[in-house]
């Protein structure tokens, strides 16, 4: 992982106060996650698709929408986790097009043995951080999230 310094010749270094100091922080923590996975045998996809049906969610669908992530993408990693035995697909009784994404006893495990570790890390390195550092963080990431969509919507309207 790539660190920003903060000083040079004794001098405070602003770099570190860059979009692109940003980006690298952002990128650091997609690495973390894509290495976690590899080291599971799983595609990031693969992952964050157990993630999300984990989470509840019980379609390709639901999963597409709570990552943003296209189609195509989603329905590789399904294909995968079904190929790997760890999640079966069944017909939606309400929807002949769609499938219903149901843990197999190895995907259940799977997810006991390695989705809830890695939750147990962030969990702990989470409570490494005092109160303060926590709330700071989510006050920021959410003033972030904010500005940057206010600012795609002007971008959009101008169009």
């Given amino acids: ?21 940003y980006w690298e922080t952002y990128k650091d923590l997609d690495r ?6 590899k080291e599971c045998g799983l595609s990031d996809g693969e992952y964050w698709a157990l993630v999300m049906i ?3 969610c019980t379609t390709q669908t639901q999963i597409r929408e709570e990552f943003s992530l296209n189609k195509q ?12 035995g760890l999640i079966r697909l069944e017909t939606k009784e309400d929807n002949q097009r769609e499938k219903k994404i149901l843990l197999t006893k190895e995907g259940e495990d799977f997810i ?5 570790g ?23 990431s959410q003033r972030y999230n904010d500005l940057l969509e206010s600012e795609l919507e002007r ?3 101008s169009e």
């Fill in 32 to 37: 973390i996650y894509s290495r976690f996975a």
């Fill in 73 to 84: 993408t989603i329905h590789s990693a399904i294909k995968q986790l079904v190929k790997k």
């Fill in 118 to 140: 890695i939750i147990q890390l962030e969990k702990k390195a989470w409570d490494m951080m005092r109160n303060e550092e926590q709330e700071q963080l989510i006050a920021l």
């Fill in 1 to 21: 992982m790539k660190k920003i310094n903060n000083k040079e010749n004794g001098k405070e270094d602003h770099k570190n106060c860059s979009i692109e100091a």
């Fill in 112 to 116: 006991r043995n390695h989705i809830d």
């Fill in 54 to 56: 984990r989470e509840g």
């Fill in 155 to 157: 971008y959009l309207k």
